[in-house]
């Protein structure tokens, strides 16, 4: 359940430097400031918004390449932050097995969205997933979300 706050921060803050603007380290310190994760979690938190942003360039590269008929600037704003990290977690951030990413993925698009957003994120990541050849599961240990 950390990792799964600490993903909905990440995502507040990635949200808030792709729609607001906000530089990655203001986003950072706005959403980690109320204290509500413990220092593993905002470390994730920090990890995932840090990785993402450092890696944008070519995660919406492969959006691009998989959001057929649908320009990345007219994603929804959550949905593309959605999957923006949730690439970055799958491709560089290899702890957590990829099908769960996905599925924490879902949850993320269907609280912030709607369920519709869910199967979106769903499709593309899955179909990223096959496509770049990444393993459901991870060979190293997993300590669990």
């Known amino acids: 359940m950390l990792r799964r706050a600490a993903r909905a921060k990440a995502l ?3 949200f808030a430097i792709d729609v607001g603007g906000t530089s990655p380290d203001m986003a950072l310190e706005q959403v980690l ?17 840090e990785g993402t942003m450092a890696k944008r360039d070519a995660i919406d590269a492969i959006i ?3 959001a057929v008929g649908w320009r990345l600037e007219r994603l929804a704003a959550v949905d593309r932050n959605i999957l923006r990290m949730a690439l970055y977690e799958m491709q ?4 957590t097995p990829v ?9 993320l ?12 994120v ?13 393993s459901e599961e991870i060979e190293n240990g997993y300590s669990g979300d």
Request: zero cysteines; glycine letters at 6%.
């Open 99 to 107: 099908r769960v990413v996905i599925n924490e993925a879902i949850e």
């Open 12 to 14: 507040q803050a990635l």
């Open 92 to 95: 560089y951030h290899r702890e």
């Open 122 to 134: 769903n499709g593309l990541l899955d179909n990223a997933r096959k496509d770049l050849g990444l």
């Open 64 to 66: 691009r390449k998989y």
């Open 109 to 120: 698009a269907k609280n912030f969205n709607n369920e519709e957003a869910g199967r979106f």
């Open 33 to 49: 400031e109320e204290g509500e994760l413990p220092p593993r979690a905002m470390t994730f938190t920090r990890e995932l918004v």
